[in-house]
T-cell receptor, first 118, second 108 residues
Framework: DAGVIQSPRHEVTEMGQEVTLRCKPISGHDYLFWYRQTMMRGLELLIYFNNNVPIDDSGMPEDRFSAKMPNASFSTLKIQPSEPRDSAVYFC????????????????FGAGSRLTVL | TQLLEQSPQFLSIQEGENLTVYCNSSSVFSSLQWYRQEPGEGPVLLVTVVTGGEVKKLKRLTFQFGDARKDSSLHITAAQPGDTGLYLCARGTYKYIFGTGTRLKVLA
C-alpha cells in the first residue's frame, strides 16, 4: 500500500486566495482525520470523518475552513479566503478499526502539506 | 480539552547517553500512544499502551504507562543520531488528541 497520500506537498499563496488540500487515505480505512501543526500550537485536530461522514468538526478554526469526503478514497480541506495565520503543515491521517483491547485506532499519517500564506 | 503535557520540551544530548521523556495528564485515559515524527514527515506510531503499569520495549526504547493511567514515560538507552525527532504522545479512541511534544536532538 502506498500509504496516505497528500497533495500538494508545498503551497505558497497570497492572502485572500482559496487553498485546497487533498488526501487519499489507505484503502479499507474507515476513519479520516485532518490535523494542523505549528510550532506554537503543536498538532491540532481539525475534523474527522467516519465512513465519509463528518463526526466532529469542533477543531475547525472558523467558517473559512471546510472539509469534505465525497467518497472513501478522497477528502479535501479548503480554506477560503486564506490568511497568513493559516500558514502551517496540514496532515491527513487514516485509521482502521481498533486492533487493541481498548479499541484504540492506529493512525497512519501522510507526509503533510506545508502551506505558506503571504 | 484534556491536555497532554510533555516534558522536557527540548532535549539535546550526546550519542550514547540515556534519556527519559514524560507525558502527563490530569485525566485517566484508556490507552496512550507514542509517535515519532522526523522532519518533513508525518508522525509514525511507535507503541500503544493500554494497561496501568504496562511496560513495553522496542529495541532501545522502553515505554511505561503509569499505574493510574494518567501518565507515561519513554526511556531511550544509548541514544543514537537516528533517534533525533519529535516525540509525541496521544490519547483517544477515535478522536485523537496529541501532546505538546518533546523535540530530541542526538549529537554524534
Amino acid at each position: 500500500d502506498a500509504g496516505v497520500i497528500q497533495s500538494p506537498r508545498h503551497e505558497v499563496t497570497e492572502m485572500g486566495q482559496e487553498v485546497t488540500l487533498r488526501c487519499k487515505p489507505i484503502s479499507g480505512h474507515d476513519y479520516l482525520f485532518w490535523y494542523r501543526q505549528t510550532m506554537m500550537r503543536g498538532l491540532e485536530l481539525l475534523i474527522y470523518f467516519n465512513n465519509n461522514v463528518p463526526i466532529d468538526d469542533s477543531g475547525m478554526p472558523e467558517d473559512r475552513f471546510s472539509a469534505k469526503m465525497p467518497n472513501a478514497s478522497f477528502s479535501t480541506l479548503k480554506i477560503q479566503p486564506s490568511e497568513p495565520r493559516d500558514s502551517a503543515v496540514y496532515f491527513c491521517a487514516s485509521s482502521s478499526p481498533g486492533r487493541v483491547a481498548s479499541g484504540a485506532n492506529v493512525l497512519t499519517f501522510g507526509a503533510g502539506s506545508r502551506l505558506t500564506v503571504l | 480539552t484534556q491536555l497532554l503535557e510533555q516534558s522536557p520540551q527540548f532535549l539535546s544530548i550526546q550519542e550514547g547517553e540515556n534519556l527519559t521523556v514524560y507525558c502527563n495528564s490530569s485525566s485517566v485515559f484508556s490507552s496512550l500512544q507514542w509517535y515519532r515524527q522526523e522532519p518533513g514527515e508525518g508522525p509514525v506510531l511507535l507503541v500503544t499502551v493500554v494497561t496501568g503499569g504496562e511496560v513495553k520495549k522496542l529495541k532501545r526504547l522502553t515505554f511505561q504507562f503509569g499505574d493510574a493511567r494518567k501518565d507515561s514515560s519513554l526511556h531511550i538507552t544509548a541514544a543514537q543520531p537516528g533517534d533525533t525527532g519529535l516525540y509525541l504522545c496521544a490519547r483517544g479512541t477515535y478522536k485523537y488528541i496529541f501532546g505538546t511534544g518533546t523535540r530530541l536532538k542526538v549529537l554524534a
